[in-house]
C-alpha cells in the first residue's frame, strides 16, 4: 500500500513537472515572440507594421500606429545579432509630425548599425508614412498604392458663429495673445495665422530635405513634387519615389537577397495587437473619436497627413 502511494506521488510530481516545464516553455516563447522572435535565430529579416494614424506616446485602445511602440521594435531588431534586415510594412495615411520624426531616426540608427531597411507599401502610404520610409535602402510599392502627399497640414476650428448661435460666450483668460489661437474659439487673426503659417513652412522644408536626403534627389526636384497630391505606386516608382513594384513577398525576398540571407530568408514577425484587443479596440473607439483622427484633430496639431 504504501509502495503503491510512493509510485503514486512519484507520478504525479513527475506530472506537475512536465506540465511546467511546457508551460514555461510556451510563456517564454510567446515572450520571444511578442518581443520580435526567439534568441539565437541565425540570419532573420525582422518584420514590423506600421499600420493606421501614426501617434505619439505608447499604443492604446484607440489603435494606430504608435511611434513608441514602433520605435521599441526597431530597436530591438537593431540590437539583435541575428536579425540582417528589417521590412517595414507602411500602411499608413501619416499622422503627428513627431511621432513620424521619431520613426524615421529609428530607421537611420537602424541603418547605421548595419541593418538593412526595405519598406513594404501597402494600399496608403502616404505623408508620415512616406516621411518615415525615405530613408530605406529601398522601396516598394504594389501599382496601386498611394503615396506620396509630401506637406504638412494643420486644421482649425472656427467654432465662433456655431457658439453664437447656441448663445454661448466663451471667457478665455490667457498669458499672450497668441494662447488660445487653435482653440477655435475665435476667428483667428492675420497674425495667428501668420504664426501658423510660418510653423507650417518651417516643417515643410524639413520634410523636403529628408526626401531629398533619403532619396538621393535634389531638393528642388523633390519641392516640384511636394504640393500635397499623392501618386500611384506607378507613378512614384518613375519619379523615383519608389525603387520597385512588388507586395510583401517581394520586399521580404528583397531584404533576404540584399542582407545575404537568399530569396527564402526566416521571417520574425512583431506582432500587432492581439485578437481579443483589437476587438475592444474596434467596441470602446466611439465614432466621434475616429472621425477627429481621421481629420487630424487629435494628436498633435501639425500633421504629416493625408486626408483622402
Sequence with gaps: MRRTAILAGGLLGATLLLVGACGLGVLIGARAQAAGGLPFQPGTVALITVEGSITSGAADLAGGA??????????????????????????????????????????????????VIVVSMGSVAASGGYYLAAPADRIVANPTSLTGSIGVITVIPNLAGLLEKLGVAPETFKSGPFKDSSSGLRPLTAEDRQLWQALVDELYERFVTVVAEGRGLDPATVRALADGRVFSGRQALALKLVDELGDLPEAIALAGRLSGLGDDPAVVRYQERGLLETLLASWLRPPWQQVLIELGLVDEPLQYRFLP
Design 66 to 115: 504608435s511611434s513608441t511602440r514602433i520605435v521599441d521594435w526597431l530597436e530591438r531588431a537593431t540590437k539583435d545579432p541575428a536579425v540582417k534586415a528589417i521590412v517595414l510594412r507602411v500602411d499608413s495615411p501619416g499622422g503627428g509630425v513627431t511621432a513620424s520624426d521619431e520613426i524615421r531616426n529609428a530607421v537611420l540608427k537602424a541603418r547605421a548599425r548595419g541593418k
